[in-house]
């Protein structure tokens, strides 16, 4: 049986990074966190104060931005460093969520990334998640997925991630949070979120954690079965 290249695009707060994790772990397959980089690089620019409007700024945090990924001994999980630094939980903060998708919609970012990320998974055995995952990132990728869930279900599960990082917020703050994210993502000019005609929906507003990992699993076994 030949690898695949699995892509989960969807909404924020549906679980992709930890869903795309776990069915990587299952897998045997290699995860690519696309959306931590996108937070790395937004870290980058708010911790340099470069603006993503001003083009002399952008290729200045391109040109000194230096993003990978290294195992945690600890976690088991793999960390994103920026320029040779562990900012895992750095950039899983609300500042930093505020201004991502500013950055995503600047297109020599995207363009940088997108280019890193297709080099991570040319090998394929991949997972990766984001929003232009199966569209633009890998648009043969052998299965799309795109997640989705109602609002106030992804408000409390981003709550419930911040708390467990020691971060209190609103859950009004957060389901704002998200719905402007929505908003910017869905209808940005460069590489909107969008449901490819291809894609397997997944809604799992009422699956538990284990429940939405499994039906991917499901659904991917099939696929390598008969790749």
Do not use: W
Not at 155 to 178: C, F, T, Y
Not at 180 to 201: I, N, T, Y
């Amino acid at each position: 049986m030949g690898k695949i290249v699995i892509a989960i695009d969807g909404f924020s707060g549906c679980g992709k990074s930890s869903t795309a994790k776990a069915v990587a772990k299952t897998l045997g397959y290699t995860y690519i966190d696309s959306g931590a980089m996108y937070r790395a690089a937004t870290l980058h620019f708010l911790t340099n104060k470069l603006s993503p409007t001003n083009q002399s700024d952008v290729e200045k945090g391109l040109a000194t931005m230096l993003i990978s990924f290294q195992l945690n001994p600890e976690t088991g999980a793999q960390d994103t460093y920026l320029n040779g630094k562990n900012v895992e939980d750095e950039i899983r903060s609300m500042h930093v969520s505020q201004h991502v998708s500013e950055l995503a919609t600047i297109a020599a970012v995207r363009k940088e990334l997108v280019a890193q990320q297709q080099r991570l998974g040319k090998g394929k055995g991949v997972v990766m998640d984001g929003r232009d995952i199966g569209s633009v990132v890998f648009p043969k990728a052998e299965l799309k997925v795109f997640m989705t869930a109602n609002l106030e279900t992804r408000a409390k599960r981003r709550q419930l991630e911040l708390l467990e990082k020691g971060q209190e917020v609103n859950l009004e703050e957060i389901q704002s949070n998200l719905a402007g994210r929505d908003q910017v993502d869905s209808s940005r000019a460069e590489s909107p979120l969008v449901k490819m005609p291809d894609a397997v929906e997944v809604d799992t507003s009422n699956l538990t954690f284990d429940g939405q990992v499994a039906q991917i699993v499901q659904i991917a076994q099939a696929k390598i079965k008969s790749n």
